[in-house]
């Protein structure tokens, strides 16, 4: 069996007019297509000022070792396929970085504060395709629980006081106040 598999998605982003003279246009992944051909900001659908554009398609990778994310994922009351993007360099509006199904992932990426991670929810097709993948390679771990020592570790009375300074007295007496004679 394979370690990993992939799948092209590609991703629709919106674009609607900014509620506020310091943001021209607002930004939004809302669908995701399983299957798509390559494309760089095709124009899809335009209603009245809002444009839907398919901006990137890029690989949905699932890796074996990452199950436990996948099952998280798919256990959320609408399972989401996440996307990432950052501010685009050049004439592109947005640089779409990654499609990703572990919630793991992705808050990792939303943690960093530069990049913006979009939820968008998963079709059918792509739920199916993950819960198969997740059956055919997820192994619970087994808790094991640590076991302390049986060797007892109250009876020395090491670290007690500092060992460079000779101690003729008790090391847990209260310091004393220093008299001082004037002369």
Do not use: C, N
């Not at 501010?87 to 990654?98: F, K």
Request: hydrophobic share 40%.
């Amino acid at each position: 069996m394979a370690k990993s598999v992939s799948m092209p998605l590609g991703v629709v982003v919106r674009r609607v007019p900014g509620v506020t003279r310091w943001v021209r246009h607002v930004w939004k992944a809302v669908a995701v297509l399983p299957g798509a051909a390559e494309a760089h900001w095709k124009e899809l659908r335009r209603d009245g000022d809002a444009v839907e554009f398919h901006a990137a398609t890029l690989p949905l990778e699932l890796f074996r070792t990452d199950t436990e994310a996948y099952l998280h994922g798919l256990s959320a009351k609408a399972p989401a396929i996440y996307v990432v993007m950052r501010e685009g360099e050049g004439d592109d509006p947005l640089d779409v970085v990654l499609v990703t199904a572990s919630p793991y992932e992705a808050q990792d990426y939303a943690d960093t504060g530069e990049e913006l991670v979009e939820k968008v929810p998963m079709t059918d097709g792509l739920i199916a395709w993950i819960r198969d993948f997740v059956e055919a390679h997820h192994e619970d771990e087994v808790f094991v629980k640590r076991r302390r020592d049986r060797q007892r570790v109250d009876i020395k009375q090491d670290g007690i006081g500092d060992a460079r300074i000779r101690q003729t007295a008790d090391v847990y007496r209260a310091p004393q106040a220093r008299k001082e004679t004037i002369h």
